[in-house]
């Protein structure tokens, strides 16, 4: 009987690539920023209203993609994207369930 050893892929080199430290600095630096620009607008006074909350959602959004990008890896995955649809199945059901409520708590007053 041959003994054949065995491999759990630790380092057999069939593990796929993770970001590189330049990758996770930039990413870093990225959420920093993104993270420090409506701060500084709002505390400051540089933007009011509407404009400091269009300044923080467009941040917000900014902000999750430099984390899927540079944290999640979304974009170096080989094989079919998973991952992606299931965020896209997440991301469906949680606005269906704040925008289905939001519209329930603005219209439920009226009747």
Same mark, same amino acid.
């Given at each position: $009987?041959?003994?054949?050893? #065995?491999? #759990?892929?630790?380092? %057999?080199?069939? #593990?796929?690539? #993770?970001?590189? +430290?330049?990758?996770?600095?930039? /990413? ?11 701060? @500084?607008?709002? +505390?400051? %006074? $540089? @933007? !009011? ?22 944290? $999640? ?10 991952? +992606?649809?299931?965020?896209? +199945?997440? &991301? ?7 925008? /289905? ?6 219209? !439920?007053? &009226?009747?």
């Amino acid at each position: $009987m041959s003994q054949q050893p #065995h491999s #759990h892929g630790i380092n %057999d080199g069939s #593990h796929e690539s #993770h970001g590189s +430290l330049k990758s996770y600095i930039i /990413g870093f630096v990225l959420s920093l920023v993104l993270t420090v620009i409506p701060l @500084v607008a709002v +505390l400051n %006074d $540089m @933007v !009011n209203g509407n404009a400091a909350l269009v300044v923080l959602l467009v941040t917000a959004v900014l902000q999750f993609i430099v984390q899927l990008v540079f944290f $999640m890896h979304l974009r170096e995955e080989k094989k079919p994207r998973w991952n +992606l649809m299931a965020l896209i +199945l997440g &991301i469906v059901i949680v606005l269906t369930i704040v925008l /289905g409520s939001v519209w329930i708590m603005e219209y !439920n007053n &009226i009747v």
